[in-house]
């Protein structure tokens, strides 16, 4: 098992920022790959941003490409999600994921966090 919780979400104005973290705990960290989604209301939950276990190859959707940057400090047990140039179609709830083998679906989610973006 695997135990996930986010934090850092907020509410902000357009064009800024925001770090999302996800802390990991139970299992070993580095043998993970991790991940963001979001769901906005109404909407189903998408992929945002995925980091491999093994040479931390990083992945996005593309409306977020060059403005969100997905990190994992495996020492720390941690993966972030820093947000750059917010836009207010980015507000949604963020989960964190993690999965032994599957690198964009995940086996354990976090509890979410929202982030809210005003115009």
């Known amino acids: 098992q695997v135990q996930l919780v986010e934090s850092g979400g907020g509410l902000v104005q357009a064009g800024g920022s925001l770090r999302l973290s996800c802390a990991a705990s139970?299992?070993?960290?580095?043998?993970?790959?991790m991940g963001w989604f979001r769901q906005a209301p109404g909407k189903e939950r998408e992929f945002v941003a995925a980091?491999?276990?093994?040479?931390?190859?990083?992945y996005y959707t593309d409306s977020v490409k060059g403005r969100f940057t997905i990190s994992r400090d495996n020492a720390k047990n941690t993966v972030s999600l820093q947000m750059n140039s917010l836009k207010p179609e980015d507000t949604a709830v963020y989960y964190c994921g993690g999965s032994w083998w599957r690198l964009f679906d995940y086996d354990y989610w976090g509890q979410g966090t929202q982030v809210t973006v005003s115009s």
């Open positions: 139970g299992r070993t960290f580095s043998e993970y790959h």
């Open positions: 980091i491999t276990k093994i040479n931390s190859n990083t």
